[in-house]
């Protein structure tokens, strides 16, 4: 299934808010995720990573350098994260 990216803000850290079509929203650490080797090395720097923006013909984000993430990776990176919280919570009564 093949969801568009329709938000993105950066945050502090290489972190990254996203909010999907079908509303799957979140933060998003893409330290973890990114090898910073290659076209996302110049992500390293935070000045860099900041600029990045959502490209509505690729539904996902990019940055000026032409570095990009597929959306059903970030989409499939997302979903963990917010699963991987919810097992940290207390279970409600």
Same mark, same amino acid.
């Given at each position: 299934?093949?969801? %568009?990216?329709?938000? @993105? &803000? =950066?945050? %502090?850290?290489? &972190?990254?808010?996203?909010?999907?079509?079908?509303?799957?929203?979140?933060?998003l650490d893409l330290?973890?995720?990114?090898? +910073? &080797?290659?076209?996302? @090395? =110049?992500?390293? %720097? $935070?000045?860099? +990573? &900041?600029?990045?923006? !959502? %490209? =509505?013909?690729?539904? #996902?984000?990019?940055? =000026?350098?032409?570095?990009? !993430?597929? $959306?059903? #990776?970030?989409?499939?990176?997302?979903? /963990? #994260?917010?699963?991987?919280?919810? /097992?940290?919570?207390? @279970?409600?009564?």
């Open positions: 299934m093949l969801v %568009d990216l329709i938000e @993105a &803000r =950066p945050l %502090d850290n290489h &972190r990254v808010y996203l909010r999907f079509e079908d509303g799957l929203e979140g933060a330290g973890a995720y990114l090898s +910073f &080797r290659g076209i996302f @090395a =110049p992500l390293r %720097d $935070p000045e860099c +990573f &900041r600029k990045l923006r !959502v %490209d =509505p013909t690729l539904g #996902t984000i990019c940055w =000026p350098n032409g570095a990009d !993430v597929a $959306p059903e #990776t970030l989409y499939s990176w997302l979903k /963990k #994260t917010l699963e991987e919280y919810e /097992k940290t919570q207390p @279970a409600s009564a």
